[in-house]
């Protein structure tokens, strides 16, 4: 009888862990009820918290794409692993593709540029930009293009660079 109150708290300890803490039921009005009351509502909280920060990035992706639809520069963003995470439309123009055969492709698979690559790498081993650096860019249509891009970096928390801003100058 002196273990049952630890069992109920071990019980309420596995929902929470398993991700279901809204199945928490306060079923006394004992210590053990109390903190498993305060421990619903602390979770409760939690959530609400979370809503309102990932309701706040969704607003805040739709501004920014909003922005750079708006630009007359094409703007790309090219992820960690080499991928294009983002292409606004003027970049698809210049890039002569859609937008959902480029996103998620390799730059390599896309276009051909030296200097844009070593201007990318040179942002990713620590240099803030580089801005207004010339650059032959040649699309998998077969163009060749001759234009100026500005790199910059995105930090992560940790002060690495996760992700790197191309914006193409004509």
């Keep these: 009888w002196r273990t049952a109150p630890v069992e109920r708290l071990r019980g309420a300890a596995r929902r929470i862990a398993t991700g279901r803490g809204k199945e928490l039921i306060p079923s006394s009005d004992d ?5 498993t009351r305060a ?5 409760t ?3 609400e918290s979370d809503q309102k920060k990932t309701h706040k990035i969704f607003e805040m992706k739709k501004l920014i794409r909003a922005l750079l639809a708006r630009l007359d520069e094409g703007v790309f963003v090219v992820g960690r692993g080499g991928q ?3 292409v606004s439309e003027r970049a698809t123009r210049v890039l002569g593709s859609e937008k959902h055969h480029l996103e998620g492709k390799p730059l390599e698979d896309v276009c051909f540029s030296p200097l844009l690559v070593d201007s990318i ?8 930009a580089d801005k ?15 234009m100026n891009a500005s790199v910059v970096g995105v930090q992560d928390q ?3 660079v996760s992700r790197v801003v191309v914006v193409l100058h004509a």
């Design 45 to 47: 909280r939690l959530e």
């Design 132 to 146: 207004d650096i010339p650059i032959v860019l040649e699309p998998a249509d077969g163009r060749v293009l001759k």
């Design 39 to 43: 421990l619903k509502e602390a979770l």
């Design 158 to 160: 940790d002060g690495r």
């Design 84 to 86: 294009i995470d983002y």
């Design 121 to 128: 790498d040179r942002v990713r081993s620590g240099n803030t």
């Design 31 to 35: 210590e053990v009820g109390e903190v």
